[in-house]
């Protein structure tokens, strides 16, 4: 039996870091949706009791440090299970890219091992378990567009964000999440409108999203990497409605609903990033 698992990337329409919390994190508020551009993640069973991590990337560790293989773990722990289990993962969401490439191989991971290993898991039981994981693992787990609080984990769905072209634009040098929420200073740094966002949602109003895209670490970000910013100006020249970091950064994503557009702003950047990816938000 093998089971394989579709894992959509990402983003932050808005980021607003608000304070830091007792536990180390910082409380969060944030509207994230996901994109059609996915990773796979393949399970079947093994013989013996181990747990092995194959991947199509040489940028992801392969062994106990793995988010995967962390969810097998804790799914083993926590239920008694004693099967091994052989984790594939076939990578295209760019690494380290703010486009919780990591958390969605998780959650793929979650769905296919409750079904192989016949847990009957419920959604909340599977968000409640992926938050052990990861911030961003409830909200892969689900897979739609919704506003994230509490350091991720607290959920409430939206609706699906206007039909667009999605350009994504990745520096080659990667960011640090902790490093970057490290540097954050929530008194200074910009806080994005997230009610203004999710009323762009609610009435479907594609100018007011893009109108409306923000991201608090964006400042810090930029201090550490000069790409992004330069990415975001040949975004914006090249007739992008909207642009923004995602996440901590460093991929950069820009909207438009022109195919000409499109096209231009994909041309602006060849040869100028190495990793451009076009893609559509899911919903």
């Known amino acids: ?26 409380e969060v508020e944030m509207v994230m949706t996901t994109l059609e551009l996915a990773d796979y993640v393949t ?29 097998a ?3 083993r722990d926590t239920y008694g299970v004693v099967d091994g289990v ?7 969401i760019p690494v380290a890219a703010g486009l919780a490439g ?12 409750n079904e192989l290993w016949q847990l009957q898991l419920d959604d909340q039981t599977l968000a409640n378990l992926g938050a052990r994981i990861g911030s961003d693992v409830p909200f892969c787990l689900l897979n739609t567009t919704a506003l994230a609080t509490g350091r991720g984990e607290k959920l409430n769905l939206l609706p699906a ?40 949602l609610e009435t479907n109003d594609y100018n007011q999203m893009c ?36 996440g901590s950064g460093p991929t950069v994503f820009g909207f438009t609903q022109s195919e000409s557009r499109k096209n231009r702003i994909l041309n602006s950047l060849k040869g100028f990033c190495e990793t451009v990816i076009e893609t559509r938000m899911k919903g």
């Open 1 to 26: 039996m093998e089971i394989r698992v579709k894992a959509n990337a990402k983003i932050n329409l808005t980021l607003d870091a608000l304070a830091k919390r007792p536990d180390g994190y910082h």
């Open 43 to 71: 399970v079947k069973p093994r013989l013996d009791q181990e747990i092995v991590i194959e991947t199509t990337s040489g940028l992801i560790p392969n062994d106990n440090q793995n988010l995967c293989f962390k969810v």
């Open 73 to 75: 773990q804790l799914l």
């Open 86 to 92: 052989t984790i594939m993962i076939e990578k295209n």
């Open 102 to 113: 990591g958390s969605a191989d998780a959650a793929a991971t979650f769905h296919a091992l």
């Open 161 to 200: 964000p206007p039909k667009c072209w999605v350009i994504l634009a990745k520096p080659q040098v990667g960011l640090s999440t902790a490093e970057v929420y490290g540097k954050l200073d929530v008194t200074t740094t910009t806080h994005p409108n997230t009610q203004a966002m999710i009323a762009a």
């Open 211 to 246: 109108m409306y895209v923000g991201n608090s670490l964006e400042t810090v970000s930029l201090a550490l990497c000069d790409q992004i910013q330069q990415i975001k100006d040949v975004m914006q020249q090249s007739g992008a409605e909207g642009v923004l970091m995602s």
